[in-house]
């Protein structure tokens, strides 16, 4: 896929199982550097799995993964989360101020966030600095979701991960985050790997699209595809027919 792109991530001939059951079946492919792709499919497909692979929360049982020309193992762990940054549907928070969730991943890496560069990633995600020092419990779940974004931009990763950020929003909100992603992408030219379950929202925010279906990768292209699958399984996907 997007042959004229830098590979940001290369997946070659990778297999993951859990317990002896297949969970990825010789998956092949780029994410293109600097771009959004998102990545559809009904439940069970393999995406998160697929995701977790890309930051070194899980290994595959055989098959390569190239970060960046490089071979995942090649990476120490720190390096690799500082390169590769994840935020989930559930945007795990610790307890206290928006600040000390902020801090971390600085905290981890045993150094500390100061309070201007704070502010910068609270600007960069579109919230007022005066809720660096508010109780995390007291912001609503878009804000959230864009303190746990902010908490992924403190490492300045080359590439980011979401995995299903806008599920539990509102419309105005999903709106927010998805206009916020686009803005980190196209300021910083960060790679974006995105799973989503809304099928319009895979199709107006990736540039790029990869549908996955029982433990494998049936179509990639332009996220036009999702318009005029080739795939027979894919097309019955998309009309909400299953698999």
Known sequence: MAPDYKPAVHFRNVYFSVSNQPILNDITGSFPE??????????????????????????PDSGDILMNGKNIDSYE????????????????MISGSVLKNLALPMELQGK????????????????????????IKDLSGGQRQKVSIARTLVNRPQIILLDEITS????????????????????FNTTIIWITHNLEQALTIGEYTWVMMGGKVVETGESSLLNSPENEKVRRFVKGEGQ
């Not at 393999?46 to 930051?55: D, I, P």
């Not at 762990?77 to 795990?92: D, K, N």
């Not at 500390?112 to 109780?135: D, I, S």
């Open 168 to 187: 539990s929003l509102d419309l105005a909100s999903q709106k927010e985050i998805e206009n916020l992603i686009v803005k980190i992408n196209q300021k």
């Open 34 to 59: 600097g771009k959004i792709t998102t990545l559809v499919g009904p439940s069970g497909a393999g995406k998160t799995t697929l995701l977790k692979l890309c930051n070194g929360l899980l290994s």
């Open 112 to 135: 500390q966030l100061m309070e201007e560069e704070a502010k910068e990633l609270m600007g960069n995600v579109g919230l007022h600095e005066t809720l660096l020092h508010r109780n």
């Open 77 to 92: 762990p720190v390096q690799l989360r500082r390169y590769v940054g994840i935020a989930l549907q559930s945007a795990p």
